[in-house]
């Protein structure tokens, strides 16, 4: 089983058998407080997962793999999950597969048109960045593996700059508040069957911290 985490807009936990199918999976779209809540999201989404004839700790052996939400989010919060993803790994001596947040995102959308029989036009899956601007991958459907095919991105553009940006892509918008950790789970099932890595080893931060560092140690008068 696979144990996914995302913290790049709200808080995700999910725990995903590597066939797809969903154990539990809960989800705190507070953009903050991810500390505070990550812990106890983890416990109750490992009790959740139990069935008939299993606990909490039969799940926990049962995981092979931590799946990493790696962004593009804030500085901040992003690090939490993918501090918390790679503690739990190691804890429990088992890989970590990082994924795009988008991805996460795209292949939800991709799965619901499928499910209707919809063929998906490219679309951007879009989330807000703060700051006047947004965060953007463009996607054209899914590859041989059931992957996302991420075409564009993940990039930033400001909020007013967007539309136009996407019309030049021919990219239909679609905003997203949330990252479902399921699907977070789901995709980086789908990327070890296929043996691929899709997802960078280093957080995609959207920004660069807003710290710079000390320049000595300052003067004091009397």
């Known amino acids: 089983m696979i144990l996914s985490i995302d ?17 539990a999976e809960i989800a705190n779209e507070n953009p903050l407080g991810h500390a505070e809540a990550i812990g ?21 052996a049962a995981l092979t793999t931590v799946a990493a ?41 991709l799965l619901a048109d499928a499910i209707r029989d919809i063929e998906t036009p490219r679309f951007a899956v879009v989330t807000d960045a703060r700051r006047r601007e947004f965060a953007y991958s463009v996607y054209d459907g899914l590859d041989d593996d059931g992957l996302p095919v991420r ?15 996407l019309e030049e892509l021919g990219a239909r918008r679609h905003d997203a508040t949330a ?18 890595a899709v997802g960078p080893d280093e957080a995609l931060y959207l920004r660069s911290p807003d ?12």
Do not use: Y
């Open 179 to 196: 990252v479902p950790a399921a699907m977070v789970g789901i995709v980086a099932s789908r990327a070890l069957a296929a043996d691929r």
């Open 7 to 23: 913290t790049s807009l709200g808080t995700a936990v999910a725990v995903v058998e590597d066939d797809g199918v969903v154990r």
């Open 69 to 109: 939400g790696m962004g593009p989010g804030p500085f901040t919060g992003l690090r939490v999950g993918i501090a918390a993803a790679r503690t739990f790994a190691q804890g429990r001596g088992i890989r970590v597969v990082p994924v795009v947040s988008h991805d996460a995102i795209a292949l939800q959308v």
């Open 151 to 165: 075409a564009v991105g993940p990039a930033l553009v400001p909020r007013d700059d967007l539309d136009a940006r």
């Open 211 to 222: 710290v710079t560092l000390s320049a000595g140690p300052k003067r004091v008068t009397a």
């Open 40 to 60: 106890r999201m983890l416990t109750e989404a490992l009790a959740a997962a139990s069935v008939v004839g299993e606990t909490a700790s039969d799940v926990r």
